[in-house]
């Protein structure tokens, strides 16, 4: 399934009227700061998980 052009503009003109143009760039901003958390919390299992564990004595 593929998204045209009338499609996309369609989507984005429903989210403008939703939202308004001042808050699409605040939401954008957050979407960005959850992506880039998201990533590093990956990143953080990743290398926790490759890790030697350590033994406690």
């Given at each position: 399934?593929?998204?045209?052009?009338t499609?996309?503009?369609?989507?984005?003109?429903?989210?403008?009227?939703?939202?308004?143009?001042?808050?699409?760039?605040?939401?954008?901003?957050?979407?960005?700061?959850?992506?880039?958390?998201?990533?590093?919390?990956?990143?953080?299992?990743?290398?926790?998980?490759?890790?030697?564990?350590?033994?406690?004595?």
């Open positions: 399934m593929s998204l045209g052009f499609e996309i503009l369609l989507i984005f003109i429903v989210i403008l009227i939703l939202f308004g143009s001042k808050r699409i760039p605040q939401l954008a901003r957050a979407i960005g700061q959850a992506g880039h958390e998201y990533k590093k919390a990956q990143q953080e299992a990743l290398q926790e998980q490759s890790a030697p564990k350590k033994k406690k004595q």
